[in-house]
């Protein structure tokens, strides 16, 4: 796995995930199956041609190998026709752990064992 680019207003690394994740995903009345091409524990990228708007929030289900991670999210970046990145805002417990068990095998070094997403 590739790590992205650290930015200067990511508090956790992504990692780039040349497959992809499945999520399914929902803003307003829009639900839609996408993939997402990068994932960390404080937000990633889905690939959708119609993505949220910028500060919409974004109810969301990832597909990873131990379950589903159920998050909620808000847009911060928006491109028409490429996709959109997200803030995870709030993540139960379980979801949390869970996605964070696919990251340490995936990013092993890279992350704290005491990792939280903000809420």
């Not at 994740?21 to 960390?40: D, I, L, P, Y």
């Not at 990633?44 to 929030?57: C, I």
């Not at 709030?90 to 992350?111: F, H, S, T």
Request: glycine share 8%.
């Amino acid at each position: 796995m590739n790590r992205e680019p650290q930015t200067k207003n990511r508090r956790y690394p992504r990692i780039v995930l040349p497959k992809g994740m499945h999520v399914a995903w929902q803003a307003k009345s829009e639900r839609e199956v996408s993939v997402a091409t990068t994932v960390g524990l404080g937000g990633l990228f889905v690939s959708t041609p119609r993505p949220a708007s910028v500060g919409e929030t974004v109810r969301l289900v990832l597909c990873v190998p131990n379950g589903d991670v159920r998050a909620v999210a808000v847009v911060r970046d928006s491109q028409q026709g490429k996709g959109m990145g997200l803030e995870f805002t709030a993540m139960g417990q379980n979801d949390r752990a869970r996605l964070q068990q696919v990251l340490k095998r995936l990013i092993p070094e890279q992350l704290p064992s005491t990792a939280k997403i903000a809420s």
